[in-house]
């Protein structure tokens, strides 16, 4: 089993800043990555980015490209979404997800569904 706990959401200005954190703990040597999704109000969930747990490979929506920053700390199993221009549209509940099964491609990587460990997620909101 994976545990996860993210943090470091709040309410931030169009343009400013954040990061947040997604902790693991528990069996993580077996994790293969970590995804940031996030789900806003009447809207599906959806993909944001990706690490690979070696931390050789990241993955980014179009959405957030160039806007967002994926990285692991491996000293302390945390991975980090340094999210920076923030626009109203990026207003969501922020959900960090693990898994344990080997993503051959890059598209897997984007699927909700190839997740089994989600956090409790965490609420980002970007006021105009």
């Known amino acids: 089993q994976v545990q996860l706990v993210e943090s470091g959401g709040g309410l931030v200005q169009a343009g400013d800043s954040l990061r947040l954190s997604c902790a693991a703990s528990?069996?993580?040597?077996?994790?293969?990555?970590v995804g940031w999704f996030r789900q806003a109000p009447g809207k599906e969930r959806e993909f944001v980015s990706a690490?690979?747990?070696?931390?050789?490979?990241?993955s980014y929506a179009d959405s957030v490209k160039g806007r967002f920053t994926i990285s692991r700390d491996n000293g302390k199993d945390i991975v980090y979404l340094q999210m920076s221009s923030l626009k109203p549209e990026d207003t969501a509940e922020y959900y960090c997800?693990?898994?344990?099964?080997?993503?051959?491609?890059?598209?897997?990587?984007?699927?909700?569904?190839?997740?089994?460990?989600w956090g409790q997620g965490t609420q980002v909101t970007v006021s105009s």
């Open positions: 528990g069996r993580t040597a077996f994790m293969s990555a």
């Open positions: 997800a693990a898994t344990s099964r080997p993503l051959f491609s890059s598209v897997l990587y984007e699927r909700r569904l190839m997740y089994d460990y």
């Open positions: 690490i690979k747990w070696s931390g050789d490979y990241k």
